[in-house]
């Protein structure tokens, strides 16, 4: 039997992080990865992961734009998890970076 991986989107109240999640899913079945996945918007958990929530309640402008001159050691929401690791942080990777990382789960 193959491992079930478990995904967390550490997210803010954006409605681009169910799109996200979604494609990660997607991306998951392409490759036949057993996996959970869940969208964690508790603040404190997210703060305890080593992650902040900057997005602005109002106005967004973005996740590419809002974490573009931050230090790579800096991590915001949106964050991906897989088995308790984060994997990404920052910008959803595009839908090739997800095939890679579930590629990887598969070998």
Same mark, same amino acid.
């Given at each position: 039997?193959?491992? *079930? ?9 954006? &409605? ?9 899913? =997607?991306? +998951?079945?392409?490759?036949? %990865? +057993?996996? $959970? +996945? ?7 958990? @997210? +703060?305890?992961?080593?992650?902040? @929530? $900057? ?16 230090? &790579?050691?800096?991590?915001? $929401?949106?964050?991906?998890? %897989?088995?308790? *690791?984060?994997?990404?942080?920052? *910008? &959803? &990777?595009?839908? =090739?970076?997800?095939? *890679? ?7």
């Amino acid at each position: 039997m193959s491992q *079930v991986h478990h995904f967390t989107l550490y997210a803010s109240h954006c &409605p681009r992080n169910d799109f996200y999640l979604e494609r990660v899913r =997607e991306s +998951a079945q392409r490759f036949g %990865v +057993a996996c $959970t +996945a869940e969208k964690n918007m508790d603040e404190a958990e @997210i +703060a305890q992961a080593g992650i902040e @929530i $900057t997005c602005l309640e109002s106005y967004c402008p973005g996740c590419r734009a809002q974490h573009a001159d931050t230090a &790579p050691d800096e991590r915001f $929401t949106p964050a991906l998890a %897989v088995d308790g *690791v984060l994997r990404f942080w920052n *910008v &959803p &990777p595009d839908d =090739e970076t997800l095939d *890679v990382l579930m590629k990887s789960l598969t070998e």
